[in-house]
């Protein structure tokens, strides 16, 4: 079983910053790879980026030169930085630990939210 819990979602204007960050509790960490999702209103729930325990990453193409993903493999926590946000980027942020590919489970944090306004 692993849990997963989000924080450092919120409101900001455009072109500003965030970071999110998530912990994660459990067992079997190396064969989960991290990722965040988003859900804006009235959408499907999409990929923003991933990172596996070697720290290769994939990113949408809209988060790609404007968003990073980090993952510290010994305090078990993935976090996802966000710079030049626009309002497009408002969403419920979800933080993900997929281990499907190692016969494992896929796991979901609760959500947080991040809304981009003036």
């Given at each position: 079983q692993v849990q997963?819990?989000?924080s450092g979602g919120g409101l900001v204007q455009p072109g500003g910053s965030l970071?999110?960050?998530?912990?994660?509790?459990?067992?079997?960490?190396?064969?989960?790879?991290?990722?965040w999702?988003?859900?804006?209103p009235g959408k499907?729930?999409?990929l923003v980026a991933t990172v596996t325990v070697g720290?290769?990453?994939?990113?949408?193409?809209?988060a790609k030169g404007r968003f990073t993903?980090?993952?510290?493999?010994?305090?078990?926590?993935?976090?996802?930085?966000?710079?030049?946000?626009?309002p497009?980027?408002?969403?419920?942020?979800?933080?993900?630990?997929?281990?499907r590919a190692s016969g494992l489970r896929n796991y979901w944090g609760q959500g947080t939210q991040v809304t981009v306004s003036s």
């Open positions: 997963l819990v989000e970071r999110l960050s998530c912990s994660a509790s459990g067992s079997n960490f190396p064969h989960y790879i991290f990722g999702y988003r859900r804006a499907q729930r999409e720290h290769t990453t994939n990113y949408a193409d809209f993903i980090s993952r510290d493999n010994a305090r078990v926590t993935t976090s996802l930085q966000m710079n030049s946000l626009k497009d980027d408002t969403a419920v942020y979800y933080c993900n630990a997929d281990g």
